[in-house]
């Protein structure tokens, strides 16, 4: 991931550095195993342990003559080591070491990752129980449906992420197998009590059944957790920028001190941030169509999915950690517009009070087709502004002697639409 949507802690898991540290180390600790076991002397381990380093750049230099990035990694370490460094990979292949570090590093990672989706979780309910009790209109298909509050919309995204949150987590656990099971996973150098022993040293489990590589359903299992909650960001950042347009602007996204909206239009505030997050998402999601095809290898094992996963699984972790940050900033600094929202609840001459009068025709005797109907009829003269919806009901022939004042007091009071909120946020966990 280029360097602008990238943050450092992450990124420098998917650094050579990290990389070729975690080789070393799942090489030590193989030894180290053997040692236990008197299949190396204890003496050649302690200078394995004492000298075994590795430079980056000259790792690269034999990979420009050998072209094979393991090799020269041994090739590199054996230099340093001398005559003991013979037992290092000793009865190991290539996917040994890399497709255990490749595990390693997806679960440092996704740590990473499940830290960030607490930290916007708290952001999420802050602003949810801020506004619990703050009326906004809810739409569907973009047309204004029925009150609710700005609160319940944090709290939905609050349960998103806590989805989202587990989901991660059992991707973790799920990509958190290592394997030393050689060319085509029979053990047939290495024995499965060293590999589970190794493992155990390295905080994984061992691959119950391996080819040459671990099978990658376990790494699209994972790839597919940081697409949802890319999609996740997605549609938070769409809501947000649907909210922000000029016509509604019932809540904005910061806009800090000194920027600047425009080349040409010094009014535009625009929400930028949110947009970078519906744009970088999509990098992470199409990044998943191409781990799902990753999992149809030959045989044993090919090499085709090598060379995609250099570049997916570091651009779409460091470009998920990038955007969660981005978006608890979003979330911490929102501007919200109370005002806006009752502006907007208003600005239809109540045509969300018409399911509430309907079910009160149909409660009076009336069929529901001639209440629908009924209802309908007023509602299209209220779009045309001929009055609003009560004043309309007020004047009907059809509804007179049916409902008294009392009842349409009930019906049209917008607190009516929000007398369960408190229970949504208890089940939500969030009161």
Same mark, same amino acid.
């Given at each position: 991931m280029i360097d602008r949507y990238s943050r450092p802690e992450i990124s420098k898991i998917w650094d050579l550095e990290n990389k070729f540290r975690i080789w070393l180390d799942i090489e030590i600790a193989v030894c +180290?195993?053997?040692a236990g076991r008197g299949m190396i002397p204890k003496e050649d381990l302690a200078i394995i342990k004492e000298k075994a380093d590795f430079d980056v750049n000259r790792i690269l230099e034999i990979e420009n003559e050998v072209h094979h990035d393991v090799i020269a990694f041994l090739t590199a370490v054996n230099e340093k080591v001398g005559p003991a460094g013979r037992h290092i990979h000793y009865g190991l292949t290539s996917s040994d070491i890399g497709d255990t570090a490749l595990s390693i590093q997806m679960r440092q990672s996704? +740590?990473? *990752?499940v830290k960030d989706v607490d930290l916007l979780? +708290?952001? *999420?309910?802050a602003r949810a129980l801020e506004f619990k009790d703050t009326p906004c209109m809810g739409r569907s298909h973009g047309v204004h449906a029925e009150p609710m509050t700005f609160g319940v919309k944090m709290a939905l995204y609050h349960e998103e992420f806590? %989805?989202?949150r587990q989901r991660l987590v059992t991707a973790i656990e799920n990509i958190s197998f290592g394997k030393l099971s050689g060319a085509v996973g029979t053990f047939s150098n290495v024995s499965p009590e060293i590999e589970e022993e190794v493992c155990t040293k390295l905080g994984l489990k061992p691959d119950p059944v391996s080819t040459q590589v671990i099978q990658r359903d376990r790494h699209a299992e994972f790839m597919a957790a940081l697409a949802i909650t890319a999609g996740s960001l997605d549609q938070l950042a769409t809501e947000i920028r649907h909210l922000q347009r000029t016509e509604v602007r019932e809540i904005e996204e910061p806009f800090q001190k000194g920027q600047k909206g425009s080349s040409a239009m010094p009014h535009k505030r625009n929400?930028? *941030?949110?947009? %970078?997050v519906t744009g970088l998402s999509r990098v992470i999601k199409a990044n998943m169509n191409v781990a799902l095809d990753n999992i149809t290898l030959w045989h044993e094992r090919d090499i085709s999915h090598s060379s995609a996963e250099r570049v997916i699984m570091p651009d779409s972790t460091i470009a998920l950690d990038y955007l969660m940050h981005r978006m608890i900033f979003i979330i911490n600094n929102l501007h919200v517009y109370p005002e806006n929202m009752m502006d907007n609840i208003n600005r239809t001459g109540g045509l969300f009070y018409s399911q509430s009068l309907l079910l009160k025709l149909i409660e009076k005797g009336l069929s529901r087709e001639d209440s629908y109907k009924l209802v309908q009829d007023m509602a299209m003269r209220v779009w045309k502004r001929e009055g609003t919806l009560r004043e309309l009901t007020e004047r009907e022939p059809a509804v007179a002697g049916k409902i008294s004042k009392e009842e349409l007091d009930v019906i049209f009071n917008l607190q009516r639409y929000l007398k369960n909120i408190d229970a949504i946020y208890k089940k939500a966990g969030l009161l």
């Open positions: +180290e195993v053997y996704g +740590e990473i *990752l979780m +708290e952001a *999420l309910k806590r %989805r989202n929400p930028i *941030l949110s947009e %970078r």
